[in-house]
């Protein structure tokens, strides 16, 4: 399970267009934590913006985990950055009840690619010598959202969406270039926040370009025996850059499921009609669900 990290944002959030039952209760993701921590998943992964999982998670106890939080996108003040991040970073440990994060990422792209990126980074940087952050990242959306090649240097992890109809940052060698840096890959959006993991039949109407694509693959999920969850983090698994998997759930069972799905031995089906370049459907922040 040393490739499973843990997504919190359920935690604090009504989080997934899958997730019927939203916010996870407290005594629930208590109940998750050490399911997980017994199935040998050490990494959780959250952020201040995830409502207030980083207090939930403070008040249950982390400590035996390893923590990935975010950065929010800071407010210019009259203060150095350095200083305001640093005072940002000490109320998420605060709230998480640890000393230091594992590892450290800007939830916002934009920030390591304005002009004045390298004062960003370099804040970042010095939370290191302060030892409250053990490695630093980014969180981006496609390659576009790539820091320059300078900035790629001093970067530890950058976590990216990856799942069976998303594959544009391994098609167009994004992962290998990554690697090429020795950065670790952290893998989300494994089930396109959830979207994949839902019946073709219970999608709203904006999703209906794309219906007979949804239909045709679970005709091949009955056809082969198999399900989505296996087939996503299967898919995952296998790619050769990913270093974690980052997975999100509402329920032990739901953990459960993930886990026996994710030591499957292999995958006997083609998915490979499931890939869409579309951003209409592959990046959530265009959705218009409603």
């Known amino acids: 399970m040393n490739k499973l990290a843990l997504g919190t944002a359920q935690f604090g959030l009504d989080y997934g267009i899958s997730n019927k039952k939203g916010k996870v209760p407290h005594e629930t993701v208590r109940d998750i934590i050490k399911a997980a921590y017994l199935a040998d998943i050490k990494f959780l992964d959250t952020a201040a913006l995830y409502g207030n999982s980083e207090l939930i998670l403070g008040q249950i106890g982390v400590k035996n985990f390893k923590i990935i939080g975010k ?66 990242g980014i969180s981006i959306y496609t390659k576009n959202n790539l820091p320059s090649e300078k900035l790629l240097k001093s970067i530890d992890i950058i976590q ?6 998303n ?12 690697k090429d840096y020795n950065i670790e890959i952290h893998a989300r959006s494994v089930f396109l926040q959830g979207l994949l993991l839902i019946p073709y039949d219970d999608l ?11 239909r045709q693959w679970h005709k091949d999920l009955i056809k ?60 959530p922040q265009n959705w218009k669900t409603e």
């Open 71 to 136: 950065i929010p996108k800071l407010i210019d003040t009259d203060i150095s950055y350095a200083k305001v991040l640093l005072t940002n970073v000490k109320e998420s440990l605060f709230r998480l009840n640890i000393k230091f994060f594992e590892a450290l990422l800007f939830h916002s792209p934009t920030q390591l690619m304005q002009s004045n990126s390298g004062i960003y980074l370099e804040a970042l940087k010095s939370l290191k010598d302060l030892n409250l952050v053990k490695k630093i």
């Open 167 to 178: 594959r544009s940052l391994d098609e167009n060698g994004t992962l290998k270039k990554l």
């Open 204 to 214: 709203s109407d904006y999703f209906s370009p794309w219906k007979p694509q949804w």
């Open 160 to 165: 990216l969406p990856l799942n069976i109809v």
């Open 224 to 283: 082969h025996n198999t399900n989505p969850l296996r087939e996503c983090l299967l898919f995952v698994k296998k790619n050769q850059y990913v270093d974690k998997v980052i997975v999100g759930v509402t329920s032990v069972k739901e953990l459960k499921q993930i886990i026996e799905s994710f030591n499957y031995p292999t995958s006997g089906m083609d998915n490979e009609f499931m890939r869409n370049n579309d951003e209409r459907l592959i990046n």
